[in-house]
């Protein structure tokens, strides 16, 4: 059982590139989300997405995108990185089923170290 | 790997003695409270969480405590040991947000052997 799987672990950019984060998980989870995390501070959600075909903003969203056209896949687009968005970036997920009478529950991947010159 | 930032609060203690990390939260009408344990190179892991309509709970080796007079969340670990060296986030999660947790910024948590 793989859990929360993202790839790539370290990335380069330059300022202006594109890249995709890759998050998929084996767990049949319907929720799913993307956190930033900078030094000094805690995790901040960018997106995230309740069930395939879903999404919606977090705290952060801005320069970043997402879809979920499957349920165990969540990518992450930067359409054009800046310096401002390097950072660690962990995908999460639980079941969601607790929601209403339990806390969200999240289940992390192991993150993605992305540093844009 | 991975790791968390170089600049947060740290707590450091003696292997066998107890730990107590503290948490201040800001929304009053937080459903749940929530312990994670960030290990370096690994994403946060789950430790324990409760809800707003209890002051205590407790797991194995660690409790948690809720004052919500005060906004005031704290985990306790019981003899402390090395492995349990890593940065801890609380977090918090309202009913009417769903799916939204908001974090803490983190303690970061040294065992002298």
């Known amino acids: 059982n793989a859990g929360v799987t993202q790839t790539p672990k370290f990335q380069v950019l330059k300022t202006g590139q594109s890249m995709t984060l890759q998050c998929a998980q084996d767990?049949?989870?319907?929720?799913m989300s993307w956190y930033r995390q900078d030094p000094g501070m805690g995790l901040r959600l960018i997106h995230y997405s309740v069930g395939a075909g879903i999404t919606d903003q977090g705290e952060v969203p801005n320069g970043y995108n997402v879809s979920r056209s499957t349920t165990e896949d969540f990518p992450l687009r930067l359409l054009s990185a800046a310096p401002s968005q390097t950072s660690v970036y962990f995908c999460?997920?639980?079941?969601?089923?607790?929601?209403?009478?339990?806390?969200?529950?999240?289940?992390f991947g192991a993150g993605s170290r992305l540093t844009v010159l | 790997g991975e790791s968390v930032g170089l600049h947060l609060p740290t707590l450091s203690v003696q292997e066998g003695d107890n730990s107590i990390i503290n948490c201040a939260y800001s929304n009053s009408a937080s459903d749940y409270f929530i312990w994670y344990k960030q290990e370096s190179g690994k994403g946060p892991q789950f430790i324990i969480d409760?809800?707003?309509?209890?002051d205590k709970r407790q797991g194995q080796r660690v409790t948690v405590l809720l004052n919500k007079t005060v906004k005031h969340l704290s985990l306790q670990i019981a003899a402390t040991q090395p492995g349990d060296s890593a940065v801890y986030f609380c977090a918090e999660n309202s009913v009417d947000s769903s799916y939204k947790l908001i974090f803490g910024s983190g303690t970061r948590l040294l065992v002298r052997p």
């Open positions: 767990m049949n989870h319907e929720y």
């Open positions: 409760i809800r707003s309509n209890m």
């Open positions: 999460a997920s639980s079941s969601g089923q607790g929601i209403s009478t339990g806390a969200n529950v999240l289940t």
